[in-house]
């Protein structure tokens, strides 16, 4: 593995070739410090999440940690899958910053800044929430449309709202706003899908007066208004008339972004190409990936949370991406903010495929040999006798909702800690969501701990089925750094804690500028 110094790294972003920049620290870690274009892959889920960040085996790729080893612990799991080119950026994220390179907190941030960058580049219109709420109150024609999946309206929404997630409000919006005299209004949470959305929806040529809702439901609650919760408010099937309609709009904003659309045969020489790497994305709602049948291979990747948040789907910079739809439509709007986004690389293929369910993730390593693996029923046996002591290597949201009992919470690549503070007793057992991580975990947990240690077969979700109790206590061995925590999962101030979030999304502007390697373009 060659070391690169912070100004190779800066120049290998500035050319033409791909490149994967990956951050191994866990969620929270990055989120306070790190690279532009670095994509979050933490060593305790590298096995589990890399395939498919970056599927191509002979991609370029950098790893970025503190300096701390995470690079090298990496580079022999990656190489024994056969990846081949790796670097890692000597000296870590620190040295980056050393060098007087900008560095950037939170999560999503090419995504973020892109929505700072349109809003400003288009004068995308906005309503505040005390001027929405007092036309609402005026029983003024309007509607607000919810542009985030479903689960995320149904946990806190604005009062009237519809879901309408992101790539559907173009195909939808005709239906629930017949009228071209309707204001139309759209949120997220904060800012990036409502200006997205919005935009879409002028960019499409819709009659109606758009507006983005400024800063979301945070906006909404810090004006002080009540947000609603649970509730099921969706768009329904799409009309004739809406479809011919969106159809249209759409032709058009393909002609204005230069948009190609290509054909299976395509698709299947894109596969066979070694020297490109090549996503194929299916940017449909969920439940109509999962149902109604998809192009084999394709990835269910809706294309509101593409756009929003397009470092969890692409690793590979300068990559190739195909976007399905049988209905062009989403597809076409989807690409034509990857294309603004500086995605050159961006194509539409118009199938809807006839495979069903979710594909198979690929996984690096080997499959966990049955000698190390435990029963449900024997674990439980265990337990009863004070015979062995469990690590949950779960994401810490998981673990804290339900675990085995006496379950201790850990990172599966900080387990040297977590081994030394737990309180052993007989035989350790790793368990995790599906006891996948468990068992690729259990070699290192071994060397560790010096004794006998197994993973249970199926995880927390055998134990569960299985009927087995799942308490909600819990005993962590190690602190949640795993995950960043949204502003309103946060315990304490929250209204602080919305309020800093809204502030770093409007100073992303400057903070890229000053960067200077984002190529995002304004809509020709």
Request: charged fraction near 25%.
């Amino acid at each position: 593995m060659r070391a690169l110094t912070a100004h190779d790294l800066k120049a290998m972003l500035a050319d033409a070739h791909e490149l994967a920049l990956i951050d191994l620290r866990e969620e929270l870690i990055f989120a306070e410090r790190h690279l532009l274009w670095a994509r979050s892959v933490p060593l305790s889920r590298l096995e589990l999440n890399f395939p498919r960040l970056v599927p191509r085996l002979s991609t370029r790729i950098v790893l970025c940690d503190d300096a701390d080893g995470l690079a090298e612990r990496a580079a022999v799991v990656l190489a024994r899958a056969g990846y081949a080119d790796l670097s890692y950026l000597d000296g870590g994220v620190a040295a980056w910053a050393a060098a007087r390179l900008e560095v950037f907190s939170g999560v999503n941030v090419p995504s973020k800044a892109f929505g700072e960058f349109v809003e400003h580049a288009n004068a995308t219109p906005s309503i505040s929430a005390g001027e929405l709420d007092r036309l609402m109150r005026e029983r003024a024609d309007l509607v607000v449309l919810d542009s985030r999946p479903f689960d995320e309206y149904r946990r806190v929404s604005i009062p009237t709202a519809t879901n309408v997630p992101g790539a559907e409000l173009v195909l939808r919006v005709r239906d629930l706003a017949p009228s071209p005299a309707t204001l139309v209004v759209v949120n997220c949470a904060g800012r990036t899908r409502s200006i997205i959305g919005a935009q879409s929806l002028i960019n499409a040529g819709l009659p109606n007066k758009v507006v983005a809702l400024r800063n979301g439901t945070m906006g909404w609650a810090l004006a002080g208004l009540a947000c609603d919760s649970g509730r099921q408010r969706r768009a329904s099937a799409i009309s004739d008339d809406a479809l011919t309609w969106a159809q249209a709009a759409a032709q058009r904003v393909a002609r204005r972004f230069a948009i190609e659309r290509i054909d299976l045969a395509t698709l299947e020489r894109w596969r066979a190409d070694r020297e490109r790497t090549l996503y194929l994305f299916d940017v449909r709602d969920p439940t109509e990936y999962l149902v109604a049948g998809h192009v084999a291979g394709a990835i269910s990747a809706p294309g509101g949370q593409l756009v929003q948040a397009t470092d969890q789907y692409v690793g590979t910079l300068r990559s190739r991406i195909v976007l399905v739809d049988d209905a062009e439509v989403r597809a076409v709007m989807t690409a034509s903010w990857l294309r603004q986004m500086g995605y050159a690389d961006v194509f539409v293929l118009a199938e809807r495929g006839t495979a069903t369910g979710s594909p198979t993730n690929s996984i690096l390593g080997t499959p966990t040999p049955p000698q190390d693996l435990i029963e449900c029923a024997e674990l439980s046996a265990l337990l009863a006798r004070n015979e062995a002591a469990v690590i949950d290597l779960s994401l810490s949201r998981e673990y804290r909702k339900a675990h085995i009992p006496g379950a201790w919470f850990a990172i599966r690549s900080r387990l040297a800690r977590a081994v030394q503070r737990i309180e052993r007793q007989g035989e350790l057992v790793l368990t995790s969501e599906d006891g996948i991580l468990a068992g690729l975990a259990v070699p290192e947990a071994r060397s560790l701990a010096g004794g006998p240690v197994r993973a249970l077969r199926g995880g927390n979700a055998a134990w569960q089925a299985a009927g087995l109790p799942l308490p909600d206590d819990a005993r962590m061995a190690d602190e949640p750094v795993d995950l960043w925590l949204k502003p309103y999962e946060r315990s304490g101030d929250t209204a602080g804690a919305m309020s800093e979030y809204l502030s770093w999304e409007t100073d992303l502007l400057a903070r890229i500028e000053r960067d200077g390697s984002c190529n995002f373009l304004s809509a020709p």
